[in-house]
């Protein structure tokens, strides 16, 4: 499995800074080697995140959640999901009404207090089904 470094993370929210005409600033350092460290994961010798769509929505729901940049954290969190799809061998180009979709999860996911286990349920089975 192929894991998105700092840089690359760092690189997706310069991209879409640029595009704003806004210059990105790291907030939380720590929070981002928390996340890149913890993709990584294994419990009892099994990843803690086992496939490429978990992988993939874990690095969706972390990056908004933590709010590592100065701003565009939801679509740094977008790009990476789709970034760790693609670098992992996972075709996926979203239609209209999907990139609809994961905009409106990633603003869902803003808005809930903390990471309950319904959310992760709930954007795990949204991306699954957009993957199927």
Not at 18 to 41: C, F, H, N, P, W
Request: contains cysteine; glycine residues 4%.
């Amino acid at each position: 499995m192929t894991y998105l470094s700092e840089e690359e993370i760092v690189a997706l929210n310069v991209c879409v800074q640029k595009r704003y005409g806004q210059e990105a600033t790291i907030r939380d350092a720590g929070a981002l080697d928390y996340i890149v460290r913890s993709a990584q994961q294994e419990v009892f010798g099994r990843r803690l995140y086992a496939t490429v769509p978990d992988l993939a929505v874990f690095y969706f729901v972390k990056l908004i959640k933590k709010h590592i940049f100065n701003d565009c954290n939801k679509r740094t969190g977008y790009l990476a999901l789709l970034d760790c799809l693609a670098q992992n061998g996972v075709v996926f180009h979203p239609t209209a009404a999907q990139r609809r979709r994961l905009a409106d999860l990633a603003i869902h996911v803003a808005q809930v207090d903390g990471e309950p286990q319904d959310l992760w349920q709930d954007v795990r089975a949204a991306v699954r089904e957009m993957l199927a």
